[in-house]
């Protein structure tokens, strides 16, 4: 779990380590946890017709092994996945799979109710999405598992944000960040500092934007997270973009254009392409903005 943060080749072979003692151990349990690991893997790595595959040898593996709260909550995985896919009719199927059999186990609830806003969320039904995200964040404070409570906080603060309820947004955002500070989460805190930075920089306050920017930075490179640190870099630089700064902001969205290369991140090279043709035009480099918004249009086209 540890290197899936930061190295996936890494984890992968930590995984097939698990799955020969599994074996070797005659151990279903451990077989189911084997394939929702691969499931993790696989959903990583944007291959989700094979992770639904694997989802669901990990539900079949649990319900061997007589672990029906760990079968629900992989096979509520597999609903992940239509929805990620816009496959929404399928998700709300899935999940009404699990609800039918979840019983009183509140942890599948609190799970699945998070995953149903996202459902919501997606299909941009609004209340709904809402109400889901509160139910989740309900049962996991009754559960008092404060980490877990602050997924479906988050999900929540996005779908504000998405409907211009954005002082609402800013006010969950900082009591999230209070929380995680407090308890030493840091593992998620990337959410919150990218995010009221992107809310403090469309009010116009880019002083205390950047320093949410700078927080943002400094979390992703003490845990490594390639991904993170190029997301932040670009963030960086679109709010040196913003406040005037081109010439300043160049240098942050080039080296989050070569991390995004080096890492085939085809939506952040993007985005980076776009803004340095922007930098470049600000500064009426116009050559070398026609260089990169080109560059931008035939990634787009490939």
């Given at each position: 779990d540890s290197s899936s943060v930061v190295d996936l080749a890494r984890t992968a072979t930590y995984?097939?380590?698990?799955?020969?003692?599994?074996?070797?151990?005659?151990?279903?349990?451990?077989?189911?946890?084997?394939?929702?690991?691969?499931?993790?893997?696989?959903?990583?790595?944007?291959r989700l017709d094979?992770?639904?595959?694997?989802?669901?040898?990990?539900?079949?593996?649990?319900?061997?092994?007589?672990?029906?709260?760990?079968?629900?909550?992989?096979?509520?995985?597999?609903?992940?996945?239509?929805?990620?896919?816009?496959?929404?009719?399928?998700?709300?199927?899935?999940?009404?799979?699990?609800?039918?059999r979840a019983g009183k186990m509140r942890k599948v609830h609190a799970f699945l109710y998070n995953q149903l806003g996202t459902l919501y969320h997606y299909q941009n039904k609004v209340d709904s999405a809402g109400y889901y995200y509160q139910k989740s964040a309900e049962e996991y404070s009754t559960l008092r598992d404060t980490l877990a409570m602050l997924r479906p906080?988050?999900?929540?603060?996005?779908?504000?944000?998405?409907?211009?309820?954005?002082?609402?947004?800013?006010?969950?955002l900082l009591q999230i960040k209070d929380l995680q500070e407090r308890?030493?989460?840091?593992?998620d805190l990337n959410y919150p500092y990218g995010n009221l930075m992107g809310l403090l920089m469309a009010e116009g306050d880019y002083e205390n934007a950047l320093l949410y920017g700078e927080k943002q930075y400094d979390y992703a490179k003490n845990i490594?997270?390639?991904?993170?640190?190029?997301?932040?870099?670009?963030?960086?630089?679109?709010l040196m973009l913003t406040r005037g700064e081109p010439a300043a902001g160049i240098p942050y969205i080039k080296e989050a254009l070569a991390l995004a290369k080096k890492g085939d991140v085809f939506e952040t090279q993007q985005f980076c392409l776009l803004h340095l043709g922007e930098a470049y035009m600000a500064l009426e480099q116009y050559d070398e903005s026609e260089k990169y918004l080109k560059a931008c249009q035939a990634l787009d086209e490939s």
């Open positions: 995984v097939e380590r698990m799955r020969d003692m599994a074996r070797r151990a005659g151990s279903d349990y451990h077989l189911g946890f084997v394939e929702e690991k691969q499931g993790m893997l696989s959903y990583r790595g944007s094979s992770a639904r595959v694997q989802y669901n040898r990990s539900y079949d593996y649990y319900r061997k092994a007589g672990r029906q709260e760990e079968a629900l909550l992989a096979y509520t995985r597999i609903g992940i996945m239509y929805s990620l896919e816009g496959r929404f009719a399928e998700a709300a199927d899935t999940y009404d799979f699990v609800r039918a906080m988050y999900n929540h603060t996005v779908l504000l944000s998405d409907n211009n309820k954005k002082d609402k947004a800013k006010s969950m308890i030493k989460a840091w593992e490594r997270d390639t991904l993170k640190i190029m997301n932040a870099l670009s963030n960086i630089g679109r």
